[in-house]
């Protein structure tokens, strides 16, 4: 499953996402393979040998250009920004961003900037000396909320990803999925706008709302209570 998701996604969204998958699917995954019995853990890793080398001979073999061109995209976009050079298609742009952000953040630290927040931060990247003027999103919810809000934004946007984790230790009702979901959530939401469109917003709310009123739920069914 996880190498089929892998490749779905390699297709459909960003190496973000991809990343996000790979670090939630991981924590929900060894937590699993702690509990399972001897037996599961013998078939999953049986599985795992049989299955790697079929995929990579029919699937990755198929698509390692793709990869490889993916991979030196990644590397030299690491080498650009090293250099100052913020221009690329995908850590670079975003690294760029967030520094010029922190440039002007004497304009929006405290109080925000409202409605002019969008005309500001275009204002900032088409002046940028950075090369930035092509990159007109914002790629960071919380820097997004920050602009926006000023203190309040930020202090708001933390709290949601914070409330769930402060409950759970204050309940000592550790659930691990809720964990990899928030991992997952919090990596797309620092390389991207989801909690600022409108399509994904509600759907992000009503999980950390789910997470932080009914997390003892969540760990009632990890010890199969439920």
């Given at each position: 499953?996880?190498l089929?998701l892998?490749?779905?996604?390699?297709?459909t969204?960003?190496?973000?996402?991809?990343?996000?998958?790979i670090?939630?699917?991981?924590i929900?995954?060894?937590?699993l393979?702690?509990?399972?019995?001897?037996r599961?853990?013998?078939?999953i890793?049986?599985?795992?040998v049989?299955?790697?080398?079929?995929?990579?001979?029919f699937v990755f073999?198929?698509?390692?250009?793709?990869?490889?061109?993916r991979?030196?995209?990644?590397?030299?976009?690491?080498?650009?920004?090293?250099?100052?050079?913020?221009?690329?298609?995908?850590?670079?742009?975003?690294?760029?961003?967030?520094?010029?952000?922190?440039i002007?953040?004497?304009?929006?630290?405290?109080?925000?900037?409202?409605?002019y927040?969008?005309?500001?931060?275009?204002?900032?990247?088409q002046?940028?000396?950075?090369?930035?003027?092509?990159?007109t999103?914002?790629?960071?919810?919380?820097?997004?909320?920050?602009?926006?809000?000023?203190?309040?934004g930020?202090?708001?946007?933390?709290?949601?990803?914070?409330?769930?984790?402060?409950?759970?230790?204050r309940?000592?009702?550790v659930?691990?999925?809720?964990?990899?979901?928030?991992?997952?959530i919090?990596?797309?939401?620092?390389t991207?706008?989801?909690?600022?469109?409108?399509?994904?917003?509600l759907?992000?709310?009503?999980l950390?709302?789910?997470?932080?009123?009914?997390g003892?739920?969540?760990?009632?069914?990890?010890k199969?209570?439920c």
């Open positions: 499953m996880f089929l892998t490749i779905f996604l390699s297709f969204v960003t190496k973000a996402g991809i990343l996000a998958f670090l939630g699917f991981g929900i995954n060894f937590y393979l702690k509990h399972s019995s001897f599961v853990r013998s078939a890793l049986i599985g795992i049989l299955l790697v080398p079929i995929f990579g001979i073999d198929g698509l390692k250009e793709k990869y490889k061109e991979t030196e995209e990644i590397k030299r976009e690491v080498e650009n920004v090293k250099r100052g050079v913020y221009a690329g298609g995908t850590i670079a742009p975003r690294i760029g961003f967030i520094r010029e952000s922190f002007h953040v004497d304009e929006f630290g405290v109080w925000g900037l409202g409605i927040a969008k005309h500001r931060v275009n204002q900032w990247l002046s940028s000396k950075d090369g930035l003027g092509a990159f999103n914002v790629h960071n919810s919380f820097i997004h909320y920050w602009i926006q809000g000023g203190v309040l930020l202090a708001m946007i933390v709290f949601l990803f914070c409330a769930p984790l402060y409950r759970m230790l309940t000592q009702k659930s691990w999925l809720i964990c990899a979901l928030l991992v997952i919090f990596v797309m939401n620092n991207c706008i989801l909690l600022a469109l409108n399509n994904s917003r759907m992000i709310l009503l950390l709302g789910m997470f932080y009123f009914y003892d739920v969540f760990w009632r069914l990890e199969g209570d």
